[in-house]
């Protein structure tokens, strides 16, 4: 009795868990106002992943058939590539901005490369920001701006490797910081 009590008690748990796995490292999950962040610490080095329906950089999601459409994607890359106006580590660490590069799966134009489709309609954008920093023992943090930039963008779920440790925090509107 004792056995077929535990025994699904276990398997129970165990599933459990592996989902929350697979849903904390799941890739492409594509909610409209809702984006990915993820975030490595290592070394003098930081690296900002940025994984986002294109829909809420936009307003659409597809290649640009109009002077305003093209004239907002032109002004969202030139956002994203200006990475300390979008993200602030913390200023005593010193991080300097390496390199930007923009992807999607949306023919988008303005150096923005081009990833294979899903054909389901829908795009998004993946973002990449490198970063080196001349003090990492100080780096304890970085505020993220994207939602000020970015309105169609309601809720941020980040991902934090550090050498810290792990964590999760979402970021909502009014709420910018993330901390390890
Ligand atoms: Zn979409």
């Known amino acids: 009795m004792k056995i077929h009590f535990l025994l699904p008690a276990g398997t129970a748990l165990a599933c459990a868990l592996a989902s929350l796995h697979t849903a904390a490292h799941e890739p492409g999950a594509h909610v409209h106002g ?5 975030i490595v610490v290592d070394g003098s080095q930081l690296q900002l992943s940025l994984e986002s329906p294109l829909d809420n950089l936009l307003g659409f999601e597809h290649e640009p058939r109009t002077d305003v459409q093209r004239t907002t994607v032109r002004q969202m890359a030139r956002t994203l590539r200006d990475a300390g106006s979008v993200f602030t580590p913390t200023a005593a660490a010193q991080c300097h901005a390496t390199t ?7 023919a988008l134009g303005e150096s923005i490369e081009t990833s294979a489709a899903d054909g389901d309609g829908h795009a998004d954008l993946d973002a990449d920001f490198s970063w080196t920093c001349d003090h990492p023992q100080a780096l304890t943090g970085v505020d993220v701006d994207l939602m000020r930039h970015f309105p169609g963008l309601r809720r941020l779920k980040v991902q934090v490797a550090a050498p810290s440790g792990q964590r999760a925090v979402d970021l909502v509107p009014g709420r910018r910081s993330v901390a390890w």
Not at 34 to 38: G, N, P, S, T
């Open 34 to 38: 809702v984006a990915e962040l993820r």
């Open 100 to 106: 930007v590069r923009l992807a999607s799966s949306a």
